[in-house]
């Protein structure tokens, strides 16, 4: 059985972009350190979007164009980049905030189950929350964590809000 490291849209755009937070600025070399060091597979995830970005209803919501594909700001941190390739890691690419084809890949490729589903990165408050929920989901006897500093929130106060709705649907909050 096999950990899983769930890297989530560690994306410039959300470093030190359109989006990017002095938090997520912050976090981003102890996230090279998890991934240089983590013993198991890692998933990363990418947040996507597309020329139409405004017209969505995320861009009504969150009038910042951000993530759109094949721009700089899409693109995952270089240095998690090149170590996502060292590793072979898988990216998906994902249209929302959380990645509904990760519960068909866990289960094809992970056939004889996982020990631990870890996750990190941004933003705590809505992707790192809504893919940690939806693994819980389809795996509910699988142990799934979260790792506060490693992750990084829209605000301190928003992040720490998320961290607590995960303890209380039965996350570890590390």
């Not at 989006?19 to 997520?24: D, F, R, S």
């Not at 861009?59 to 700001?73: A, E, F, Q, W």
């Not at 929302?96 to 589903?117: R, V, W």
Request: aromatic share 8%.
């Amino acid at each position: 059985m096999k950990k899983l490291l769930f890297v989530i849209d560690m994306q410039n755009d959300f470093i030190n972009g359109a989006l990017g937070t002095k938090e997520a600025e912050g976090i981003l070399p102890a996230v090279i350190e998890k991934v240089k060091s983590f013993d198991g597979d890692v998933i990363f995830t990418r947040d996507t979007h597309f020329d139409n970005y405004m017209e969505t209803q995320e861009g009504k919501n969150l009038p910042v164009p951000h993530c759109i594909k094949d721009t700089s700001g899409w693109e995952l941190a270089p240095e998690l980049e090149k170590l996502r390739q060292e590793r072979n890691a898988p990216v998906f690419d994902k249209l929302t905030f959380g990645c509904k084809e990760l519960p068909a890949y866990l289960a094809e490729h992970y056939p004889e189950g996982l020990e631990s589903a870890e996750f990190i990165g941004v933003c705590t408050d809505i992707c790192v929350i809504s893919n940690a929920l939806l693994v819980k989901a389809f795996f509910p006897e699988l142990p799934v964590s979260v790792t506060a500093s490693l992750c990084a929130g829209v605000t301190p106060q928003s992040h720490e809000n998320a961290l607590e709705a995960m303890k209380m649907c039965q996350i570890a909050v590390r």
